[in-house]
């Protein structure tokens, strides 16, 4: 995770709300914001018009961790969409003026609703106009609802506005449908509720090194963050960002990625870079899904595995040419 307090183009970054700068007609919403999928850009989008319409600043507050792995953190087998570094990349795109990033404790989670608006709403962010998404809840059992907060908004003067059931209706996408979406490997669907490309980061380290001897050497990435959901197992269309390169290639992910090889206790991503013949251990590389191909297979000789290979890469090159027409 990076390093805050940041300024990065044009959106301010804190961590916590201890330094804050003074804020002008602040118009704010909550939420974690897992995945930054089209239901929540369609949120930021009404957030960021509103504060244009008052010459005011938008204002994402949303957390770290996510705020399951503190309250649950021996039940909730959740896996994140994103990891936090992923998460404001998507975020810095989308013409926020202030994003947020609260560390979510114990204690913060027993705040009431109403502490939550006095203390850090109206104490530290001055808001002027609450954003919420339908059916949105917060606080201590989450008792800050729409009701409550219409009611709240009156003591403290300032204005609630909800996206209606309809609008987010309209777009159909949450992260339980994405992470349900990305288990089946349907990328398409996945990138379709994100609206860009699944991608996770990862660093290339040295593999058993099988694919060289057969003229398909691959770059076996570690994901270091284990909350970070994969896919499918099976082989998958991709494209790699290595500096500020984008290559396309393919990849296996899965348990048994090799000839005969004994099943791991971990998934292993292998990546196969398309006319790309330079060394680059150590790199931090992010990964974009476009295409499942196929399922994994475990197979009888290196000859087998060649022979597969080669029908994968001449439908991953077919796939990516037709994308570019």
Do not use: C, W
């Amino acid at each position: 995770m990076r390093k805050f307090v940041a300024y990065n183009q044009e959106v301010r970054i804190y961590k916590g709300i201890d330094e804050l700068g003074e804020f002008k007609n602040s118009v704010v919403t909550i939420g974690t914001f897992d995945g930054v999928h089209k239901g929540h850009q369609k949120i930021l989008s009404r957030l960021n018009k509103l504060a244009d319409e008052i010459s005011g600043e938008s204002i994402l507050f949303t957390f770290y961790p996510h705020p399951r792995m503190v309250v649950f953190p021996d039940n909730h087998n959740l896996k994140l969409i994103q990891t936090i570094d992923e998460k404001i990349d998507s975020l810095e795109k989308l013409g926020l003026d202030n994003l947020i990033i609260y560390p979510f404790t114990k204690a913060f989670s027993r705040l009431t609703a109403f502490e939550f608006v006095r203390d850090i709403l109206v104490e530290k962010l001055k808001v002027k106009t609450l954003v919420i998404g339908y059916d949105h809840q917060f606080g201590r059992n989450r008792e800050g609802d729409l009701e409550f907060l219409k009611e709240t908004a009156k003591i403290f003067d300032f204005k609630v506005e909800e996206i209606s059931a309809e609008e987010v209706q309209e777009v159909n996408v949450s992260s339980t449908k994405i992470r349900q979406s990305l288990l089946e490997g349907d990328i398409e669907k996945t990138n379709g509720f994100l609206g860009r490309p699944f991608r996770y980061s990862g660093v290339v380290v040295e593999g058993q090194k099988i694919g060289r001897t057969i003229g398909f050497p691959t770059a076996n990435i570690e994901i270091k963050n284990q909350h970070k959901i994969l896919p499918k197992d099976g082989v998958y269309a991709v494209r790699v960002q290595i500096g500020g390169a984008l290559i396309d290639g393919m990849m296996n992910i899965g348990m048994n990625p090799t000839v005969l090889a004994k099943e791991s206790l971990e998934k292993k991503v292998e990546v196969h870079l398309f006319d790309f013949n330079t060394e680059v251990y150590g790199e931090h590389v992010a990964v974009f899904l476009y295409r499942y191909i196929r399922k994994e297979k475990t197979f009888s000789n290196l000859e087998a595995l060649k022979s597969q290979l080669n029908d994968d890469s001449k439908k991953v090159r077919n796939f990516f040419n037709h994308l570019e027409h």
